[in-house]
């Protein structure tokens, strides 16, 4: 299951950057980049839940022993 999610991680991560570098600085809101947008705060919020789990995870390790 560790592994499901760092590699996960990565593909959020990897995706973030992507679109980060399709951002056009000039318009932020228009054309493109509002897709960029969205796509970089769909990867935050991957990233963000992903790392919960991780979190939780571990929190269930320690209950257990």
């Known amino acids: 299951m560790k592994t499901l999610i760092y590699t996960l991680l990565i593909l959020s ?4 950057i992507f679109n980060a570098t399709q951002l056009n600085f000039n318009d932020v809101l228009e054309g493109q980049s509002k897709i960029a947008i969205i796509g970089i ?3 935050l919020c991957s990233i963000l839940l ?10 269930k390790e320690k209950t257990k022993q």
């Open 13 to 16: 991560v990897s995706l973030l």
């Open 50 to 59: 992903l790392w919960i789990l991780l979190v939780s995870k571990k929190i």
């Open 41 to 43: 705060l769909a990867s």
